[in-house]
């Protein structure tokens, strides 16, 4: 079992920058491969960002290309996403999740989901 724990979430003005951190409660964090995704009202969960078990490796999603960056502490058990010049359509709630193996842009593939953390942008 895995626990998930966002923070750092809030309400910043649009060109603002946030970043949230992801803490998991697992001795076995570096087996995860670890993926952010957001969820605004009426809309599905869609992928944001996702690092590989040692770190190494990173995706994103077309949309944050650029303005988002994830990165991973295995030491401490933390994942953060870095999110500068943001936007009124980055506004949702954000989740931290892992997966076991390599990353994946899927939701359903993720097997442990943080309670999310909201991000409200105002242009």
């Known amino acids: 079992q895995v626990q998930l724990v966002e923070s750092g979430g809030g309400l910043v003005r649009a060109g603002g920058s946030l970043r949230l951190a992801c803490t998991a409660s697992?001795?076995?964090?570096?087996?995860?491969?670890m993926g952010w995704f957001r969820q605004a009202p009426g809309r599905e969960r869609d992928f944001v960002a996702g690092?590989?078990?040692?770190?190494?490796?990173?995706w994103y999603a077309d949309s944050v290309k650029g303005r988002f960056t994830v990165s991973r502490d295995n030491t401490k058990n933390t994942v953060h996403l870095q999110m500068i010049t943001l936007q009124s359509e980055d506004s949702a709630v954000y989740y931290c999740?892992?997966?076991?193996?390599?990353?994946?842009?899927?939701?359903?593939?993720?097997?442990?989901w943080g309670q999310g953390t909201q991000v409200t942008v105002s242009s």
């Open positions: 697992t001795r076995t964090f570096s087996d995860y491969a």
């Open positions: 690092v590989s078990r040692a770190g190494i490796l990173t």
């Open positions: 999740a892992a997966t076991p193996g390599a990353v994946k842009q899927t939701p359903g593939e993720y097997d442990y």
